[in-house]
């Protein structure tokens, strides 16, 4: 399997810009993870789906973020309009339902808004 | 969850045992002890999880205390590439839950 796969791996763009973000998780996960990372909160986790259903989005900072998984192999993250202080490295995580807390991460999309 | 706490950082020399020690004082009877790492510039890996029996596979072992307060990731013969943020994180056993990652620890495989 190829992994997460995440795209895209880097991402400049201007305050006010729409950013979307892509995730497949691997084939037969049925769980899935957007989290973002900075050097000042670390690895915060956004949201999670299960079954392509929202289980938690209490991690999304504001209405202008929005992710949506309308099949098992895809998801999205969206931050429209984008400010600077979304700059982070933002990763897919996708986890079988059953079994333990096993995540397998992307490689992350880096994400600047100048 | 129960609160993790881990040193800030620590220094092994290259071929040496890296262990790296977390405390979860607080943890309840039905949490596991997950470890993740992330090299950086990259995505958390997993490592190794446990609940209360000492754990071993291909990558690390896991020495947990009698008592569950405390745990011990232990990487027998630490390379340059084992540098990196170890995070200990404590959970229940509930997949398909959010896992939350703290600060970890900064490993540093020195030469």
């Known amino acids: 399997d190829a992994g997460v796969i995440q795209s895209p791996r880097h991402e400049v763009t201007e305050m006010g810009q729409e950013v979307t973000l892509r995730c497949k998780p691997i084939?037969?996960?049925?769980?899935l993870f957007w989290y973002r990372q900075t050097m000042m909160r670390g690895l915060e986790l956004l949201i999670y789906?299960?079954?392509?259903?929202?289980?938690?989005d209490s991690g999304m900072p504001e209405d202008r973020f929005s992710a949506k998984m309308p099949n098992a192999s895809f998801s999205t993250l969206k931050i429209q309009p984008s400010e600077p202080r979304d700059s982070a490295v933002y990763f897919c995580?996708?986890?079988?339902?059953?079994?333990?807390?096993?995540?397998?991460f992307g490689a992350g999309s880096r994400l600047t808004v100048l | 969850d129960a609160k993790t706490t881990q040193p800030t950082s620590m220094d092994c020399a290259e071929g040496r045992a890296a262990n790296l020690p977390c405390n979860h004082s607080?943890?309840?009877?039905?949490?596991?002890v997950y470890w993740y790492r992330q090299i950086h510039s990259q995505g958390p890996q997993y490592i190794i999880h446990?609940?209360?029996n000492n754990e071993t596979n291909e990558m690390a072992s896991l020495i947990i205390t009698e008592d569950r307060k405390s745990s011990t990731l232990i990487l027998p013969h630490a390379t340059l590439r084992d540098t990196a943020v170890y995070y200990c994180?404590?959970?229940?056993?509930?997949?398909?839950?959010?896992?939350?990652f703290g600060e970890g620890t900064q490993l540093t495989v020195n030469p």
């Open positions: 084939s037969g996960h049925n769980s």
């Open positions: 994180i404590v959970r229940v056993e509930t997949s398909g839950s959010r896992l939350t």
């Open positions: 789906f299960n079954n392509n259903v929202p289980i938690d």
């Open positions: 607080t943890i309840s009877g039905n949490e596991y």
């Open positions: 995580a996708s986890s079988l339902q059953t079994g333990a807390n096993v995540l397998t």
């Open positions: 446990g609940l209360k």
